[in-house]
């Protein structure tokens, strides 16, 4: 039965605006009812429009913040038996909905990337904006911090992910800078110590009038979650688990991102991705879905005015076949 839908219950918290809401909503017909995955369920606000929008959808709610996760669970609990949670990591799908016991899932929503709660924590070292050990994990169970990370890469390594992921022109000078105070024996341990290093190193940035240290962080941040890897084979596995007529959502935030789920989802809609000059297709294209999104959605100006952490959105969105 379909309900009417806000996503800002009494209950939501102020921590995190979900972005392009309704859109998602919309585009994961989440009218029908049915079993959703929420894989980056983060404070629930998308989780939550979709119990709101029909009192047949059960939720199943995945995320590899703790944190996140508890909180999320405090705010839907008044949806009692119809949201679940697990702390996993997405790219364990599989695996999840197997121990879960969820089969025939009528949607799947991925918003990457990180939330408002872990950016403003002031503990979790993911901005420059708080003093705060480097650590940068979304799962504070396991792995290798940011700052232990710097302490083990070579600096080649250090300015290719600073290059890549943060797409910093002065990616070589940061990283010499931070290996040779590595070698000097000064560690980088705070959000401060590197802030400072990158400000130092390179200056101010006058033209986009940001702090300097702004991609430098971003780029290390997508480096100690491995935001990237294996994105294409969970858009993949994501589709395997939809039943006929199920939709996947995934809301990117990095045009690195934004790219893996472009060429993922056009493979699996059966438009080769390889090379033109190949003689026979390798990438093992098949129609398996249809692109509902010929051009990605992105927030429009009212969004981003309420809500500046949307402006680099973008919406994609395939139905199973
Ligand atoms: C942009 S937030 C999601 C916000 C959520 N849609 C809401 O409305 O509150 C992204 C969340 O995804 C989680 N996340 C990112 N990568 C993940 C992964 N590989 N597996 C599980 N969770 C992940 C982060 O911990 C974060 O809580």
Redesign the pocket.
Known sequence: MAMAFGGQGPNSQKG?R?VLLRETIELLAAKRGGWFVD????????SEAILQASSDAQVLG????EE?LELARQRLALYGSRFRAVH????ELTRVLATAKVRQVHGVLA?????SL?LDSPSRGFSFRHEAPLDMR?DMSRGETAAELLGRLSEVEIARIIFEYGEERRARRIARWIVERRERGELIQTTRDLAELVARAVGPDKKRRIHPATRTFQALRIAV?A?LENLDRFISEAVDQLEPDGRLAVISFHSLEDRIVKRTLLKLSGRCQCPPRLPKCLCGATKAVEILTRRPLVPNEAEIESNPRARSARLRSARKI
Do not use: K
């Open positions: 995190h979900p894989c980056t369920v983060g404070l629930g606000g998308h995945i995320d590899r913040d996140a996993a990591d997405f790219r918003d990457l990337g990180v939330s872990q979304m979650n935001e």
